[in-house]
Structure formats: structure tokens, C-alpha cells
């Protein structure tokens, strides 16, 4: 696993408690260039406020342990 990927992981480890204890969870699906595409699993499908979480919540955090990173994208299943 590259550098990236593992600092990548780190910050999704920070965040998954948030998202667990409101019945979701989240899954690194890649890197492309500057942009880590992820997917919302459980409840954050589909939950209202998941566009907010992802932006706020992920991928500042995302961003915290990899600055390199300009945009975090969900892919739906």
C-alpha cells in the first residue's frame, strides 16, 4: 500500500466512528490523481445530509492527512 493510500486510510479511521454511530460507514475505493473516490455504506446512502458529510466531515479530514488531495467523490453502488 502506497504512502498516500495509507494516510488516506488513517483519516477515513478518524472518521468512521462518526459515521458508525449513525448506522453507516465508509469505503476507500481509489485514488486518481488528486482525487479519492470513496463510497457511503448503511445509513449514509440514504441519508439527506450525506453530500455535507462527505464534504465536511470527510474529506476536510481526507485533506488533514494528505493536502495533496483536491476532491473527495462518492461513487454510488
Not at 469505503?27 to 490523481?33: F, I, Y
Not at 449514509?44 to 445530509?49: A, E, L, N, Q, T
Not at 458529510?53 to 479530514?61: A, F, I, N, Y
Amino acid at each position: 500500500m502506497s504512502d498516500l493510500n495509507q494516510r488516506i486510510e488513517q483519516a477515513l479511521e478518524e472518521i468512521r466512528p462518526f459515521l458508525k454511530s449513525d448506522g453507516g460507514d465508509i469505503a476507500l475505493l481509489g485514488v486518481e490523481e488528486q482525487t479519492v473516490k470513496v463510497q457511503l455504506l448503511g445509513a449514509c446512502v440514504g441519508c439527506s445530509v450525506n453530500q455535507m458529510t462527505l464534504k465536511q466531515g470527510v474529506e476536510l479530514t481526507i485533506k488533514k492527512y494528505a493536502p495533496e488531495i483536491q476532491e473527495v467523490v462518492n461513487v454510488e453502488a
